[in-house]
């Protein structure tokens, strides 16, 4: 079993930068990949970022390469997100997930977050 708790969202300005966390439960957080998500009304989940169980191996969507940043801390069981440049499409309600093998797609995802809401103003 793997808890996930997302924190950090909230309401900035186009351009500004905001940090999401993802704290884990447990004492198994290493043994997973962890991957952010994003979903919007009307559309499905989409992948943001993944990151390798020892932080060897990281992925961007396109949509974000450039301009978000994940890591993971496997000491204080732990992944962040770290998101500069934000635009109005980057709203959405963002969503930390945990994988036992592959982590590119949603379906590859075990574990999921209850969601934490970043909202991007003009």
């Known amino acids: 079993q793997v808890q996930l708790v997302e924190s950090g969202g909230g309401l900035v300005q186009a351009g500004g930068s905001l940090r999401l966390s993802c704290a884990a439960s447990?004492?198994?957080?290493?043994?997973?990949?962890m991957g952010w998500f994003r979903q919007v009304p009307g559309k499905e989940r989409e992948f943001v970022a993944a990151i390798s169980r020892t932080s060897g191996s990281r992925y961007y969507a396109d949509s974000v390469k450039g301009r978000f940043t994940i890591s993971r801390d496997n000491a204080k069981n732990s992944v962040y997100l770290q998101m500069h440049n934000l635009n109005l499409e980057d709203t959405a309600i963002y969503y930390c997930a945990a994988a036992k093998n592959y982590y590119y797609t949603v379906d590859d995802y075990d574990y999921w977050g209850q969601g934490t809401q970043v909202t991007v103003s003009s």
């Open positions: 447990g004492r198994t957080f290493s043994m997973y990949h």
